[in-house]
């Protein structure tokens, strides 16, 4: 018979009967006659016309964390839901689309570039011009962190109105006032240490404010030098 099922496993039925040939005549007999003669005949099979498309589903993976170039990729794969396991892709072909593998960034967890204040405009290599200090921190632990993406990193550095730095022939002697020398004593007791990056940037956001780095010039200077070499600039 035709099988039970248009698609998945089901059942094909035949009719099994014993005959004998008996002079001129064939005569129906007992089942069991042929089974000692000739053994037993199937009577009944499974079949599978064809794969059921249902059982089949596109399968993706969580999205991998975002990289420096603000991308997110995946695994998307063909699953069977009746056998529970991976198959050829080619068996979810009859699926209108596949979900996308690759895309630009929309969350980036935890991680987030922070901006100290733009410093104030000043006149070098005859660009008049004005820096900040950028890092990236992750704000469940309050600590520093190499992973923030680049594509999204704000920018550092821009230019000013010529008009908004001083003569190039001004110039004055750096040297820190009062309780300024308490910044670099800082600076230097944590260089080496864990805490540097932290005290660092410490200083570099307070050195941003004008008053405070004409009053503490050497000390701001010195923490602009270490942040350069921890490459926070």
């Known amino acids: 018979t035709p099988c039970s099922v248009s698609c998945g496993v089901g059942v094909q039925t035949r009719k099994v009967r014993c005959y004998r040939r008996r002079s001129a005549r064939v005569i129906r007999v007992a089942r069991r006659q042929c ?60 699926l209108n689309s596949k ?4 895309r630009t ?3 980036f967890g935890n991680l987030a ?25 992750d704000s469940t632990s309050g600590r520093l962190s190499a992973s923030c993406p680049l594509c999204v990193k704000p920018k550092d550095f821009r230019d000013c109105s010529p008009n908004q730095c001083s003569s190039p022939g001004a110039s004055q002697t750096c040297i820190d006032e009062g309780q300024c020398k308490m910044l670099e004593h800082i600076l230097k007791s944590t260089e080496g240490t ?15 404010n004008k008053e405070v780095r004409d009053r503490c010039c050497a000390s701001c200077d010195t923490a602009n030098i270490m942040a350069e070499r921890l490459n926070f600039h």
Request: net charge positive; charged share 25%.
């Open 194 to 208: 864990a805490f540097v990056a932290e005290m660092t940037l410490r200083v570099v956001s307070l050195c941003s």
């Open 99 to 102: 979900p996308e593998s690759a």
């Open 105 to 107: 960034c929309r969350n």
């Open 113 to 137: 570039w922070r901006a100290t204040a733009w410093g104030e405009c000043s006149l070098k290599n005859k660009v008049c011009s004005q820096t900040r200090n950028i890092s990236c921190v």
């Open 35 to 94: 089974t000692r003669a000739l053994g037993h005949i199937e009577h009944r099979r499974k079949c599978e016309p064809a794969v059921c498309a249902t059982n089949f589903r596109w399968r993706p993976t969580d999205w991998s964390l975002c990289s420096p170039r603000c991308e997110q990729h995946r695994k998307v794969a063909c699953y069977s839901q009746k056998d529970d396991r991976y198959v050829h892709d080619s068996l979810c072909d009859y």
